[in-house]
């Protein structure tokens, strides 16, 4: 099991920026394929980017405006959301995955954070 910490969620005008960061504490962290996820009040759980180290996805809704990176010495994984719009509005969660069977099925994901909330006003 891999303990995940998201930060970086606050309050912030719709059109500005967040980082978000997820810290694993786990002593193979390069091995994990890693995801954002996000829900808002009364919806499902969607999956916003995953990435490995190899590749990377994102969510047809989030294309071109955020990106997903990891540092592997660091445990860390990061999301910069640029161009923030209010339905952006979330708590955000990431989680982890040891090897790779898919990024979008959360299912597929074996440890998550507490989530971190990210709000965007109009």
């Known amino acids: 099991q891999v303990q995940l910490v998201e930060s970086g969620g606050r309050l912030v005008q719709a059109g500005g920026s967040l980082r978000l960061s997820c810290a694993a504490s786990?002593?193979?962290?390069?091995?994990?394929?890693m995801g954002w996820f996000r829900q808002a009040p009364g919806k499902e759980r969607d999956f916003v980017a995953g990435?490995?180290?190899?590749?990377?996805d994102y969510a047809d809704s989030v294309k071109g405006r955020f990106t997903i990176s990891r540092d592997d010495a660091k445990n860390t994984m990061y999301l910069q959301m640029n161009s923030l719009k209010p339905e952006d509005t979330a708590v955000y969660y990431c989680?982890?995955?040891?090897?790779?069977?898919?990024?979008?099925?959360?299912?597929?994901?074996?440890?998550w954070g507490q989530g971190t909330q990210v709000t965007v006003s109009s």
């Open positions: 989680a982890a995955q040891l090897g790779y069977q898919g990024y979008r099925n959360p299912r597929l994901f074996g440890s």
């Open positions: 786990v002593r193979t962290f390069s091995i994990y394929t």
């Open positions: 990435i490995n180290s190899w590749n990377s």
